[in-house]
Nanobody, 122 residues
Framework: QVQLVESGGGLVQAGGSLRLSCAAS????????MGWYRQAPGKQREFVAA???????NYADSVKGRFTISRDNAKNTVYLQMNSLKPEDTAVYYC????????????????WGQGTQVTVSS
């Protein structure tokens, strides 16, 4: 089983910055994609950003130019640097990894973190 633990959420004023982290633990052979999603109250969970094993990144239009995703493969960790935060960025942020277990069959996994609250005040 792969467990993801997020950290770095909190309360910040509009225009401020936060850095989220998500670290994976467990019997991991490899991690392919690392991503961030968010869910605001009363809304569906939406894609924020992702980074592939090769380092390619993808962002939602709403965060382009403000958020930066990066990964540290040695630490099985993904980061989300969030700058110029807006009240509409307020949400619970979830990380999501997919990859292969270190087992006999190199079984695939697709795991979510427990979420971390980000609140941006106006």
């Amino acid at each position: 089983q792969v467990q993801l633990v997020e950290s770095g959420g909190g309360l910040v004023q509009a225009g401020g910055s936060l850095r989220l982290s998500c670290a994976a633990s467990g019997s991991i052979f490899s991690i392919n994609n690392m991503g961030w999603y968010r869910q605001a109250p009363g809304k569906q969970r939406e894609f924020v950003a992702a980074v592939t094993s090769g380092g390619s990144t993808n962002y939602a239009d709403s965060v382009k130019g403000r958020f930066t995703i990066s990964r540290d493969n040695a630490k099985n960790t993904v980061y989300l640097q969030m700058n110029s935060l807006k009240p509409e960025d307020t949400a619970v942020y979830y990380c999501k990894f997919d990859g292969l277990y270190r087992d006999t069959y190199l079984s695939s996994f697709n795991s979510w973190g427990q979420g971390t609250q980000v609140t941006v005040s106006s």
